[in-house]
């Protein structure tokens, strides 16, 4: 019979003759010429995150953005016709039809809803 043992070393530098002194040393050794405030300061930041172009941040990915918001909302909607007012989210999927009249108030695209002529709207702020 053939008994094979493995010995396997730790590898959690317990062992080892000079321990590891871990990354932190390596950064506390390197010398800074600048300080970090110096670092971060407008002149060496490409854009101003303190204030964003409304315009610029309108323009990315609702993802994207400084601060992630969502490019849809809901609308008060009134039908010319008997001038009841319907709540419409903007992207809306299916027809939007008046409740007294059955008028169609607004149609589906396949983002924004596309509201019909003569059909007056406000968007609702929360």
Same mark, same amino acid.
Request: hydrophobic share 35%; charged share 25%; proline share 5%.
């Given at each position: ?51 964003p172009d ?7 990915? /609702?993802? +994207? ?15 010319? /016709? ?11 999927? $299916? ?13 589906? $695209?396949?983002?924004?809803? +596309?509201l019909e ?6 968007? /609702?702020?929360?």
């Amino acid at each position: 019979f053939f008994f094979f043992f493995f010995f396997f070393q730790a590898e959690d530098g317990i062992r080892d003759r000079s321990p590891s002194r871990g990354l932190g040393d390596v950064y506390k050794r390197q010398v800074s010429t600048q300080s970090t405030w110096d670092y971060y300061s407008q002149e060496n930041m490409d854009i101003d995150l303190l204030h964003p172009d409304p315009v610029e941040e309108a323009r990315k990915n /609702k993802l +994207k953005r400084l601060v992630q918001s969502p490019n849809s909302y809901f609308l008060d909607v009134r039908c010319p /016709k008997c001038n009841q007012i319907v709540v419409v989210f903007s992207h809306a999927q $299916t027809v939007i039809k008046c409740a007294e009249c059955d008028d169609i108030l607004c149609v589906p $695209t396949g983002g924004k809803c +596309k509201l019909e002529t003569g059909v007056g709207f406000r968007r /609702k702020h929360y």
